[in-house]
């Protein structure tokens, strides 16, 4: 097997295989983050909820850092072929929209880590309903991410 075709193929199958690592991480926190709705107190859902969490953050660093080798590593296509893809776009676009709509939960969930002790107090006193809403939009647009993307490798909307 040529080395080139070795690392393209490795480079694509980590980016898929953190859509698989990222969906199921934001799913899993919504599954804690209900079951916190209905028992507050539970160390373990929120010990779950924490592990989850921080899945999720590794997927999104790991979608970044093999994205921007895929778009300027020129290992697969060249970065033209991206940044001339109106996919591209709706793409990162997406993605920005799932960053931004991360930042309530993110830090909501910080403050819970750093409290230590008070974190059921402060459990009690968050608006769960509105971190599930969020978390499940992120997920939405999780799974559009990747409609998008498979329309854009198959080069749809060059311009």
Same mark, same amino acid.
């Given at each position: 097997?040529?080395?080139?075709?070795? +690392?393209?193929?490795?480079?694509?199958?980590?980016?898929? /295989?953190?859509? %698989?690592? &990222? #969906?199921?991480? $934001? !799913?899993? =926190?919504?599954?804690?983050?209900?079951?916190?709705?209905?028992?507050?107190?539970?160390?373990?859902?929120?010990?779950?909820?924490?592990? +989850?969490?921080?899945?999720?953050?590794?997927?999104?660093? /790991?979608?970044? %850092?093999? &994205? #921007?080798?895929? $778009? !300027?590593? =020129?290992?697969?296509?060249?970065?033209?072929?991206?940044?001339?893809?109106?996919?591209?776009?709706?793409?990162?676009?997406?993605?920005?929209?799932?960053?931004?709509?991360?930042?309530?939960?993110?830090?909501?969930?910080?403050?819970?880590?750093?409290?230590?002790?008070?974190?059921?107090?402060?459990?009690?006193?968050?608006?769960?309903?509105?971190?599930?809403?969020?978390?499940?939009?992120?997920?939405?647009?999780?799974?559009?991410?990747?409609?998008?993307?498979?329309?854009?490798?198959?080069?749809?909307?060059?311009?």
């Amino acid at each position: 097997m040529i080395p080139g075709m070795f +690392a393209r193929a490795v480079l694509s199958g980590l980016h898929v /295989l953190t859509l %698989a690592l &990222g #969906l199921g991480a $934001v !799913f899993a =926190r919504g599954r804690r983050l209900r079951d916190l709705l209905q028992t507050p107190e539970d160390d373990r859902a929120l010990r779950r909820l924490y592990q +989850a969490d921080s899945l999720w953050g590794v997927a999104a660093l /790991l979608w970044i %850092a093999t &994205g #921007l080798a895929r $778009v !300027f590593g =020129r290992l697969e296509k060249q970065p033209d072929f991206y940044l001339r893809n109106g996919f591209f776009w709706v793409k990162m676009g997406l993605f920005a929209l799932v960053l931004a709509l991360e930042i309530r939960p993110m830090v909501t969930l910080l403050r819970w880590r750093a409290a230590k002790s008070g974190a059921g107090q402060l459990v009690r006193e968050a608006n769960l309903p509105a971190l599930i809403a969020l978390n499940n939009a992120e997920i939405a647009v999780v799974v559009a991410i990747s409609f998008v993307a498979a329309l854009m490798a198959r080069g749809a909307w060059m311009f």
